[in-house]
C-alpha cells in the first residue's frame, strides 16, 4: 500500500498548493511591472502602426465621397454604358461637392485608376452647375466625352471595393489595368524598384565595410591590456554618443567640394584644382558617411565577443603545428561568429532604415526608401502610399529582427 | 605590442600592417569630429580652411559664430536649447521611470513570455524611425496631440525606453536576490526595499540607461520633424534646417558645443559602467 504522504506548509495548504499560488503570485507580480510600460508602448506604439498599416489598405475614399452612385452602379453590368438612374445618382453625388469645392480629392484618385479622369472631372466639376433637373446621361455626356466611355465607368466601378492593394502595387512599380490584370508600369516611371534595390545594395555595402573595418579594431581592443583598450574604446564610444547630425555635418565639412579630402586629393596631384571630384550628393557621400556613422555597432557585439576568447587557444593551436594564419581561420574566426552576425543583422536593419544622413549628403542619386516615404509624408502628402511604404520597409526590418532574436537573443543587445 | 626579438621578418611586417589599418580606422572614426573645431573658430564665412588658418595666423581665427549664435539677431538657437532641454528632461524622466519598472518585471524568472515581451518593448529601437515618426504623427494628430510639447514628449519615451530596459536589464543580470529576501525577512515592504536596497545597487545602470534616453531626445530629429509646430522646435531640428539650406560657421559652432556635451555624458557613463562591474564583481 502506498500512500502519498502529503507535505503541508505552515499555513497548513499543502504545499504542492502552496507553492503554485506562490508562482501565480510572483508571475503577477512580474506581469504588473512589465505592465505599464506595455500598455503605453501598446497604444502609443503598436496601435499606431497598426492604424498606419490599415492606412496602407483603406480605400473607402470614392464610396465615401459618391455613396449613391456605388449603390446604382452595383446594379449596372458592366458591358453597355449605364442608365438614366446611375447618372441622375452620380449629379445627386457630385452636385454638392462641387459646390462645396470638394471635389479635388476626386480627380486625383480616379485618374490613378485611369488617366484622363482628372481633366474630365474638372471639366464637369465646372459644368455641373448649370445642369437642369432630368435628363442626366445626356447632360453629363455633353459635359465630358469621358461619360460616354464604358471604360471610365467600368474604372469607376472599380474603386467601390473597400480595401485595395493598389498602393503596394505602386511601391513595386506595379498596377492593375482595365482587367484586374496586375502588370509593370510604364518603363520610364520605375522608380520603385530602383530604389529599393538602391538601399538594399546601400545596407548590404554599408555591413560589409562596417564589418572589414571593424573586425581587426575590435580584436585590437579585445587583446590590447586594459589601460590602452579603455583608451581606444574611446574612439569608438565618442562618435557613438555624439549627435547624428554633428557626424553628418561634420561629413558634409569634409566631402564638400572645397573640404579637407578634395584639398587633399588635389595636393597630392591626383586630380588638378579645376576637376575636383563631386563626393557629397550622390552614392559615395551615402556610403562613406553611413560606414563611418555604423561602425561602433559592428565595432560593440564584436568586441564582447572577442573579449571571451581565450589567447590561450590561440597559442594551442600554433603549438600544433598551425601557422597564425591557419589557426586563425580554424580556431578565432568560427568563434567570433556569434559577434560577426550580432553587428551585421544590427547595422544592416540600421541602415536599411536610415534617413537622415542620406537625406542630406546623399542627393537624389543617393537617396533611399525612407527618403521617398519621408516626401510622400511631408511633400506629396499620399500618406496612404507613405504607409504602404512603410509597410513594406516594416515586414523587411522585422525579418531581419526576428533572425537576430533567433540567432543573437534580444536580451543579448549591447549598448555601450 | 612590442614583439619579441625572435619574431620572423614576414609575421614583423604583417603585424605592422595590421597596426597600421587599426590606426587608420580609428583615424577613419574620430577625425571627422575634430575637424569642426578648427573650423568653427573660423574668422570668415567660409567652413573650408583659409590660408590664414593653416599658417595659424591669430587674426584668421575669431569667435564670431558663437557670439552669433548665442546673441545673434533672429537666431533660433535659444528656443530650441529651450525646448530641447525641456523636451529631452521629461522624456527621460519618462523614459527611466517606466522602463527601469519594467526591467525589473522582465529580469524577474518568474516573468511568462519574457522573449516576447522584451522584443515588442525593444521595437521602438529597431523599427526605422521615418516608420514609428509616420505611426506616431498618425496618433498624435488623432488624439490632438501635434504640435504639443506633450506630444514630442510623450513620442521621446516611447524612443527612449528601450535604451533604458536594455542597460537596466544588463545590470540586473548579475544581482543578488537574496538581498532582496534578507530586506523582506527584515519586515520591509517592497516598496520600501526596492527604494534602500535594489535601487542604489542598480543605480549606475538606471542612470547610464537615463542617458540613453536623455541623448536619444536630445538628438531625434525625425519623429521632431513630423510633430513640431513652430513653437516646439529643437536644436537637432534647427541643425537639420540649417544643413538642408546653407552649412554656416554658426551650425559649426553649434555642433562644437554639442561634441563637448556628448564627450561629458560619454565619461560620466563609462565612469559608471565601471563602478556597477567593480560593485557586481564581474571582473573585465
Known amino acids: 500500500m502506498s500512500t502519498k504522504k502529503i507535505i503541508y506548509s505552515t499555513d497548513g495548504l499543502p504545499l504542492e498548493v502552496s507553492l503554485r499560488k506562490a508562482e501565480r503570485k510572483n508571475k503577477l507580480k512580474a506581469a504588473l511591472l512589465v505592465g505599464p510600460l506595455f500598455v503605453f508602448i501598446l497604444i502609443t506604439y503598436l496601435f499606431p502602426i497598426a492604424d498606419m498599416l490599415f492606412r496602407s489598405v483603406d480605400d473607402r475614399m470614392i464610396t465615401k465621397l459618391l455613396p449613391k452612385t456605388f449603390i446604382e452602379l452595383e446594379k449596372w453590368d458592366g458591358k453597355a454604358l449605364p442608365e438614366e438612374n446611375v447618372y441622375e445618382a452620380l449629379y445627386r453625388d457630385f452636385y454638392p461637392l462641387a459646390i462645396a469645392k470638394e471635389s479635388g480629392k476626386l480627380f486625383q484618385r480616379l485618374n490613378y485608376e485611369k488617366s484622363g479622369f482628372s481633366s474630365g472631372l474638372k471639366r464637369t466639376n465646372r459644368k455641373i452647375k448649370n445642369f437642369e433637373e432630368g435628363n442626366f446621361k445626356e447632360q453629363f455626356i455633353e459635359a465630358h466625352k469621358i461619360w460616354n466611355n464604358v471604360e471610365y465607368w467600368v474604372a469607376l466601378k472599380n474603386t467601390a471595393p473597400n480595401f485595395s492593394y493598389a498602393k503596394y502595387l505602386k511601391g513595386l512599380d506595379l498596377k492593375l489595368n482595365q482587367d484586374r490584370e496586375i502588370i509593370r508600369i510604364e518603363e520610364d516611371r520605375r522608380i520603385h524598384i530602383i530604389l529599393w534595390l538602391r538601399t538594399i545594395k546601400v545596407a548590404f555595402w554599408v555591413t560589409i565595410f562596417c564589418f572589414i573595418l571593424s573586425y581587426p579594431i575590435a580584436h585590437l581592443l579585445a587583446t590590447l591590456p586594459m589601460k590602452y583598450s579603455n583608451l581606444l574604446m574611446i574612439c569608438v564610444l565618442l562618435p557613438f554618443w555624439t549627435s547624428l547630425l554633428v557626424r553628418t555635418s561634420s561629413w558634409m565639412v569634409l566631402l564638400q567640394q572645397q573640404g579637407p579630402i578634395n584639398d587633399f586629393i588635389v595636393m597630392i596631384g591626383l586630380v588638378s584644382d579645376d576637376s575636383r571630384p563631386e563626393l557629397m550628393y550622390n552614392v559615395v557621400g551615402t556610403f562613406v558617411a553611413m560606414t563611418q556613422i555604423l561602425l561602433p555597432f559592428m565595432v560593440l557585439p564584436l568586441y564582447s565577443v572577442m573579449k571571451t576568447i581565450s589567447p590561450s587557444l590561440m597559442r594551442a593551436g600554433k603549438s600544433l603545428g598551425g601557422t597564425p594564419f591557419v589557426a586563425f581561420r580554424k580556431i578565432y574566426f568560427p568563434l567570433t561568429i556569434p559577434g560577426i552576425g550580432a553587428g551585421s543583422l544590427l547595422v544592416f536593419i540600421l541602415a536599411i532604415g536610415y534617413y537622415i544622413t542620406p537625406a542630406l549628403v546623399g542627393g537624389a542619386s543617393g537617396s533611399l526608401i525612407s527618403n521617398t516615404i519621408a516626401y510622400h509624408m511631408k511633400s506629396s502628402l499620399d500618406w496612404a502610399f507613405a504607409s504602404a511604404l512603410g509597410a513594406m520597409l516594416l515586414t523587411g526590418v522585422m525579418v531581419i529582427y526576428w533572425l537576430y532574436n533567433k540567432i543573437v537573443g534580444i536580451d543579448n543587445i549591447k549598448l555601450g | ?284
Open chain 2, 1 to 284: 605590442m612590442a614583439l619579441p626579438n625572435y619574431t620572423p621578418i614576414h609575421y614583423r611586417i604583417w603585424h605592422y600592417t595590421y597596426l597600421t589599418i587599426c590606426t587608420l580606422v580609428f583615424f577613419f572614426l574620430i577625425a571627422p569630429l575634430f575637424v569642426i573645431f578648427p573650423l568653427s573658430f573660423n574668422a570668415e564665412q567660409y567652413i573650408h580652411f583659409s590660408a590664414g588658418m593653416i599658417a595659424l595666423d591669430p587674426e584668421a581665427f575669431s569667435l564670431r559664430w558663437y557670439e552669433d549664435m548665442i546673441w545673434g539677431t533672429k537666431n533660433p538657437w535659444g528656443l530650441a536649447t529651450k525646448n530641447s532641454i525641456i523636451i529631452a528632461f521629461f522624456a527621460t524622466i519618462g523614459s527611466t521611470i517606466l522602463g527601469t519598472v519594467a526591467a525589473l518585471g522582465l529580469s524577474s524568472r518568474h516573468m511568462p513570455y519574457k522573449g516576447l515581451f522584451m522584443a515588442v518593448l525593444i521595437s521602438p529601437m529597431i523599427v526605422p524611425l521615418i516608420i514609428s515618426g509616420t505611426a506616431i504623427f498618425f496618433f498624435m494628430a488623432k488624439v490632438g496631440l501635434a504640435s504639443t510639447h506633450t506630444g514630442i514628449v510623450l513620442s521621446h519615451i516611447i524612443l527612449g525606453t528601450p535604451f533604458v530596459v536594455i542597460t537596466v536589464t544588463a545590470t540586473l543580470t548579475g544581482f543578488d536576490h537574496s538581498v532582496t529576501r534578507a530586506a523582506a525577512s527584515l519586515g520591509s515592504n517592497p516598496v520600501n526595499t526596492f527604494m534602500k536596497v535594489t535601487l542604489p545597487l542598480i543605480l549606475p545602470g538606471v542612470i547610464s540607461g537615463a542617458l540613453f534616453a536623455f541623448v536619444t531626445s536630445f538628438d531625434e530629429v525625425v519623429v521632431v520633424m513630423f510633430l513640431a509646430g513652430l513653437e516646439q522646435t529643437t536644436i537637432p531640428i534647427q541643425m537639420w534646417v540649417g544643413l538642408r539650406e546653407q552649412l554656416s560657421p554658426t551650425i559649426l559652432a553649434v555642433a562644437t558645443c554639442l561634441i563637448i556635451m556628448s564627450t561629458l555624458i560619454l565619461v560620466t557613463a563609462e565612469l559608471l559602467r565601471r563602478r556597477s562591474e567593480r560593485l557586481r564583481g564581474i571582473n573585465r
